[in-house]
């Protein structure tokens, strides 16, 4: 690891990074976990295919500081954390997620996880099999997950209308949406069945059309 990391750590406030490599399942990936001091840190893992380790690092560390944040504006007793993997053809999937569950296990309770960009209901379910501390959508989950966060975005954007203007007023309204996966595609369905334009884009042409 470069020095520059380790001072951008600190500055930023920091607390930990992991570097996991799994020889069985083919894992690489960083987990990374930005204050807890208020609390367990909260975050996803996300699946992605990386450029390079570098680019799953500075998005690792990115990510989980915006957790800190997302958690402050809720006012939660939590934290920022995150875990980003590095995809690849030849990864066993169902060994790698089941690795992430034993590695968030030791953590003890100071890092919670869940579901991000390529780890779904399936995937969640490897990591819950091994650790008490990931959210999924199994019968001693909450449910659906990628439903309950679009339904709190389309909140979310409600109650900034009506403090804004009084009144959401759907069909008057654009909304632009940057990402149609399962929360985003959602989330369009439901501004659409209320009347309001959407603007969306999303890195997949297809699933854009």
Known sequence: MSVHILESMAREGFEELVALSDRESG????????DTRPGPAFGGIR????????QALRDCLRLAR???RKCALLDLPAGGGKVVVLDDPALDARRAYEHL????????GRFYTGPDVGTGPEALEWVASQTRYCTHPGPSGPGELAESTARGVLEGIAAALRALDG???WERRTVVVQG???VGGRLVRSLVERGA?????DIDADRAQ
Do not use: I, N, P, Q
């Open 101 to 108: 569950g034993r590695v968030v296990e030791r953590l003890g």
């Open 27 to 34: 894992l690489r990936a960083f987990l990374g976990l930005h």
């Open 180 to 182: 149609l996966g399962d």
């Open 167 to 169: 009144e959401t007023d």
């Open 47 to 54: 699946r992605w295919s990386y450029v390079d380790e570098r």
């Open 197 to 201: 334009r959407v603007l969306a884009t």
């Open 66 to 68: 915006a957790m800190t």
